[in-house]
C-alpha cells in the first residue's frame, strides 16, 4: 500500500509538469511503433529517465504480439508451432520464463528508486502484487490470490498477472502484466506461460458480470 500511495502522488505530480507531459506523449506514441517497441523490451535508460523527470515514473500500455524472455529463459518454453512462429520473440534483463505480450493485456513499468522505499527486491515483487490485488479488488474481481512459492496472482488456479522485474543500482525496470479481455489468451498457447507446466491463464473479463471494455 505504501508503494501503490507512493506511486499515485507521484505519478500526480509529475502529470503536473509540462515536460513530464511532452516525454509522456512520446513514450505512448512509441508504444504504438512497431520501429520503437523494442525501447520497452530492452534494457531502459532508468538513471536517466528518472533525472529528467526529478520523479519516479510508471509506464502503461499495450503491446503487439510477442514473446519475451527473461534472462535465464529456457528456449524449450516455446512450443514449435505456426501459432508461436508468427510471433516475434526477444530476450530481455529481467527475472523469470517466457511470457507473452499482446493486444488485451495491461502492461505497466515502474520506474522507481527503492531508495526512496525500501531496499528489497522481494519487498518490492510483494509491494506490486499487493497493488494488483487492490487493483482487482476495485473492480469486483473475487477469489484473487498468491500462490505459494510462484510469482504472479492467480484466480482459481489460473494466472492473470506476471511479473518479472531486474533493479539497477536500486533503480527498477521492467514490471507486470494483467490479462484484461480474452482477446490476451490466445497466443498463450504458443508456450509454457513461465514455464509453470499444466498451468493455464485466465483474464479479468472471465470473472467479471459487466466486462471491461
Not at 508451432?81 to 529481467?94: K, M, N
Not at 522507481?112 to 473492480?139: F, N, P
Not at 498468491?146 to 533503480?171: H, N, P, Q, S, Y
Amino acid at each position: 500500500k505504501v508503494l501503490l500511495q507512493g506511486q499515485l502522488d507521484r505519478t500526480m505530480e509529475v502529470m503536473k509538469l509540462s515536460k513530464a507531459k511532452k516525454t509522456n506523449d512520446d513514450v505512448l506514441a512509441a508504444a504504438d511503433d512497431d520501429a520503437d517497441r523494442s525501447q520497452f523490451l530492452s534494457r531502459p535508460s532508468t538513471e536517466d529517465s528518472i533525472t529528467k523527470l526529478g520523479k519516479d515514473t510508471i509506464i502503461l500500455l499495450q503491446h503487439k504480439p510477442v514473446y519475451t524472455l527473461g534472462t535465464g529463459s529456457d528456449p524449450d518454453f516455446i512450443k514449435e508451432s505456426g501459432l508461436s512462429s508468427s510471433i516475434d520473440v526477444v530476450r530481455i534483463e529481467r527475472g523469470g520464463e517466457v511470457t507473452y505480450h499482446g493486444p488485451g493485456q495491461l502492461v505497466a513499468y515502474p520506474i522507481l528508486d527503492l531508495r526512496g522505499y525500501k531496499q528489497d527486491i522481494h519487498w518490492y515483487m510483494r509491494a506490486l502484487e499487493e497493488a494488483i490485488l487492490l487493483a482487482l479488488e476495485s473492480v469486483g474481481v473475487e477469489g484473487a490470490v498468491r500462490e505459494d512459492d510462484v510469482t504472479g496472482i492467480w484466480i482459481g488456479g489460473k494466472k492473470v498477472a506476471a511479473l518479472g522485474v531486474k533493479v539497477r543500482r536500486w533503480i527498477t525496470m521492467h514490471g507486470l502484466a494483467v490479462n484484461v479481455d480474452q482477446k490476451s489468451l490466445g497466443n498463450f498457447d504458443g508456450i509454457v506461460p513461465c514455464g509453470l507446466v499444466g498451468k493455464d491463464v485466465t483474464c479479468i473479463n472471465d470473472h467479471l458480470e459487466h466486462p471491461i471494455t
